[in-house]
């Protein structure tokens, strides 16, 4: 019943990730390593949907499909393109302090990310009512030149 949920969920989902994810780089254990590695993957598969509802519900009728794209290239290019070769990267400058754990003090980078993350989600729920009242008013606007 609050659309702030759309981005509250989002906010939880990256700050569960955060602890979660520092434990999965933690544990030596490959099976509790697994048995870690089902919070983070469910939580953060249960906000997408929470995402793109909320980028559909800012976006305005006429663009819709073109900023559902812009999130799937943006998916695309930092998680799939830019995500592992920067922990790549890391790892390799890593490697001379901390040697084959290298690798992993490089995913406990990833980390902070996800609690920045949480924050800017926080903070945009702040905002988030006015947001799609503007939204609404945008797309029930047929006429651009009002805007």
Do not use: K
Request: neutral net charge; contains cysteine.
């Amino acid at each position: 019943r609050d659309q702030r949920w759309l981005a509250w969920l989002q906010m939880l989902a990256a700050g569960i990730t955060v602890p979660a994810a520092a434990a999965l780089f933690a544990v030596r254990s490959e099976t509790f390593a697994f048995s870690v590695l089902v919070t983070p993957s469910l939580v953060q598969g249960l906000s997408i949907g929470a995402g793109y509802a909320l980028t559909q519900n800012l976006a305005g009728v006429h663009s819709r499909a073109t900023s559902t794209a812009i999130i799937a290239f943006c998916v695309t290019v930092v998680g799939v393109g830019l995500g592992p070769l920067t922990l790549g990267l890391l790892s390799q400058d890593l490697s001379a302090r901390f040697g084959p754990e290298s690798l992993r003090y490089a995913f406990f980078l990833v980390c902070p990310i996800y609690a920045a993350a949480a924050l800017a989600f926080w903070r945009m729920a702040h905002y988030l009512r006015d947001d799609l009242d503007d939204a609404r008013r945008d797309s029930s606007n047929p006429d651009p030149s009002s805007r």
